[in-house]
């Protein structure tokens, strides 16, 4: 685990954090661009991608149990290892600190649980938790931003004391 803030770590460790917070950040934004390019990342899109539709000349089906199960198991062992690592590191900062460090480092686990386990209640329940997947996706989003531009901009610009 890292003993120290990120401006006060060795120049190679540094440089391997960086890296792979831009690589991060990358992925990420790429599934945030498949998830537009998929349901244009509103209410009705997504619930047409869920639920299914009845267009002929582009149809899409109902997601099944076994795909809700595939994907809520995917992407929640992923998401978790990812806010894992980014919480550790930005841990390390000092850009920001009390209640609303603690809320970005521990949040998006709640958000990550209630996004990928609200797709099972927006096909069963009702499709208007599209909404609140809407909402906690966007949290967990931003937080991961935030999280990641902090951490880049003090491993960048902020030197040694």
């Given at each position: 685990?890292?003993?120290?803030?990120?401006?006060?770590?060795?120049?190679?460790?540094?440089?391997?954090?960086?890296?792979?917070?831009?690589?991060?950040?990358?992925?990420?934004?790429?599934?945030?661009?498949?998830?537009?390019?998929?349901?244009?990342?509103?209410?009705?899109?997504?619930?047409?991608?869920?639920?299914?539709?009845?267009?002929?000349?582009?149809?899409?089906?109902?997601?099944?149990?076994?795909?809700?199960?595939?994907?809520?198991?995917?992407?929640?062992?992923?998401?978790?290892?990812?806010?894992?690592?980014?919480?550790?590191?930005?841990?390390?900062?000092?850009?920001?600190?009390?209640?609303?460090?603690?809320?970005?480092?521990?949040?998006?686990?709640?958000?990550?649980?209630i996004?990928?386990?609200?797709?099972?209640?927006?096909?069963?329940?009702?499709?208007?938790?599209?909404?609140?997947?809407?909402l906690?996706?966007?949290?967990?989003?931003?937080?991961?931003?935030?999280?990641?531009?902090?951490?880049?901009?003090?491993?960048?610009?902020?030197k040694?004391?």
């Amino acid at each position: 685990m890292l003993d120290s803030r990120l401006p006060k770590l060795e120049k190679n460790l540094k440089s391997i954090i960086i890296s792979y917070l831009i690589v991060l950040g990358i992925g990420m934004t790429f599934g945030l661009s498949y998830v537009y390019l998929t349901s244009e990342m509103n209410p009705s899109g997504m619930m047409e991608r869920y639920l299914g539709n009845d267009d002929p000349w582009e149809p899409k089906i109902a997601k099944t149990l076994m795909d809700l199960v595939s994907h809520a198991h995917d992407h929640i062992t992923m998401f978790s290892i990812v806010f894992l690592s980014i919480s550790i590191i930005f841990n390390q900062t000092s850009t920001i600190n009390g209640f609303w460090k603690k809320f970005l480092l521990i949040e998006p686990f709640f958000s990550i649980v209630i996004t990928f386990t609200g797709f099972f209640a927006l096909r069963y329940i009702t499709p208007d938790f599209a909404y609140i997947i809407m909402l906690s996706s966007g949290i967990m989003y931003l937080s991961f931003y935030v999280m990641l531009f902090i951490s880049m901009y003090e491993l960048i610009f902020i030197k040694e004391n």
